[in-house]
């Protein structure tokens, strides 16, 4: 299983915007969840949105609930993250990960377990 991440867009000032893309491959699209984590400078890992690729089912943590959008190209293998209005509370290294459910975890679960299979990190920085 391999995930190929590309960040659209440079350095980001506050009320930027930022896009995210994860194409997968080596394994059945349709039967994973593919969910977004971020990590801040001394912080947990968060998870911030997932995506039921199955029925897509969209779901999101209160830190990004109207500014984050999750969507995917089932055609493509591809998870798309569109990030807006992004502020200083949002600079944190950004991951894709993929579980082996149709139905999302649990943001609870999410932010204990993580993913089984992960993308690389990128660093996002959002200036004031």
């Known amino acids: 299983l391999r995930f190929s991440c590309r960040r659209w867009g440079g350095l980001v000032q506050a009320g930027g915007s930022l896009n995210f893309s994860c194409a997968a491959a080596g394994f059945t699209f349709e039967n994973y969840a593919i969910s977004w984590f971020r990590q801040a400078p001394g912080k947990e890992r968060e998870g911030i949105s997932c995506i039921s690729i199955s029925d897509g089912s969209k779901y999101y943590a209160d830190s990004t609930k109207g500014r984050f959008t999750i969507s995917s190209d089932n055609a493509k293998n591809t998870v798309y993250l569109q990030m807006s209005s992004l502020n200083p509370e949002d600079t944190a290294v950004y991951y894709c990960?993929?579980?082996?459910?149709?139905?999302?975890?649990?943001?609870?679960?999410?932010?204990?377990?993580?993913?089984?299979?992960w993308g690389l990190g990128t660093l996002v920085t959002v200036s004031s």
């Open positions: 990960g993929a579980d082996p459910v149709r139905e999302c975890p649990d943001f609870r679960v999410l932010n204990s377990h993580g993913a089984d299979y």
